[in-house]
């Protein structure tokens, strides 16, 4: 499967934007899905996850309340809502797809397909 992810920009704190994750070459009801971050000189994170059926999300702590996950699988695309965004949230942002088990898990290890990153910039 290939990923696209887009959606990122430029945007003041408090704003919001919406990345979106573009799948080809293979249907997306066949992945558990997750979203990551990577800031300049950092590990890359993980900040949101969901499974095949899109019925059990998951996200990390400093995300939780702000940013909702989700996927329309007839449409072989994924999203993240992102509210209430902060400096701290700029980062590259990267989609993943798991083919194996029954979780999406929060390890980047976990992941099998990765899209290319797009940027997101919170000015303060």
């Known amino acids: 499967v290939q990923l696209q992810a887009s959606g990122g920009g430029l945007v003041q704190a408090g704003g919001s934007l919406t990345l979106s994750c573009a799948a080809s070459g293979r249907t997306l009801s066949t992945y558990h899905m997750g979203w990551f971050r990577q800031a300049p000189g950092n590990e890359r994170e993980f900040v949101a996850a969901?499974?095949?059926?899109?019925?059990?999300?998951d996200y990390a702590d400093s995300v939780k309340g702000r940013f909702t996950i989700s996927r329309d699988n007839a449409k072989n695309m994924v999203y993240l809502q992102m509210n209430t965004l902060k400096p701290e949230d700029t980062a590259v942002y990267y989609c993943?797809?798991?083919?194996?088990?029954?979780?999406?898990?929060?390890?980047?290890?976990?992941?099998?397909?990765w899209g290319q990153g797009t940027l997101v910039t919170v000015s303060s």
């Open positions: 993943a797809a798991r083919t194996r088990g029954i979780a999406a898990p929060r390890g980047r290890y976990e992941y099998d397909y």
């Open positions: 969901i499974i095949r059926s899109g019925v059990i999300t």
